[in-house]
């Protein structure tokens, strides 16, 4: 019985910790993000070390919370993107990851024009405000 009470407890904390982080995205529809807001910041989601949080893991939800924002995004004047993910990359530190660390996925997106394809760093163990990245545009 009180190893019954103790896993109760514990994954009571664990539950209350991970949505403590939640940050609440609204959606264009399923498959899409509504973004407002493009970030000043030229790091993020360009560099490993300021990914995009998307969030979602907790919910089987993170690799559509990854689609769903790439969906969002329109190249720098306005371009349709495609985007492929490259692979798993760069442990980062996580309360949602297991043992503490999660690992980011790289997606390499381009859009007809372009010079050269870019990649963005993105979180799905995490969740924070979602932002367009310096030098893409908010999908119409």
Known sequence: MKKIIICGITWCLISCSVSKNIVKTDLLNNQT????????????????????EVGGVDKN???INE?????????????????????????????????GYAMLDNYRVTWEGAKDTISIYINMYDSGTLKVPVGFTIKK
């Not at 993000?33 to 995009?52: H, Q, R």
């Not at 495609?82 to 043992?99: D, E, F, H, I, T």
């Open 33 to 52: 993000f509504a973004l407002t807001e493009v970030s000043e910041d030229p790091t993020y989601g360009l560099s490993e070390k300021n990914p995009i």
């Open 67 to 99: 689609r769903r924002f790439l969906n969002a995004l329109a190249g720098p004047n306005g371009e349709a993107i495609s985007y492929r993910r490259s692979n798993s990359c760069c442990p980062v530190k996580s309360k949602n990851g297991l043992m």
């Open 61 to 63: 939800e993170g690799p």
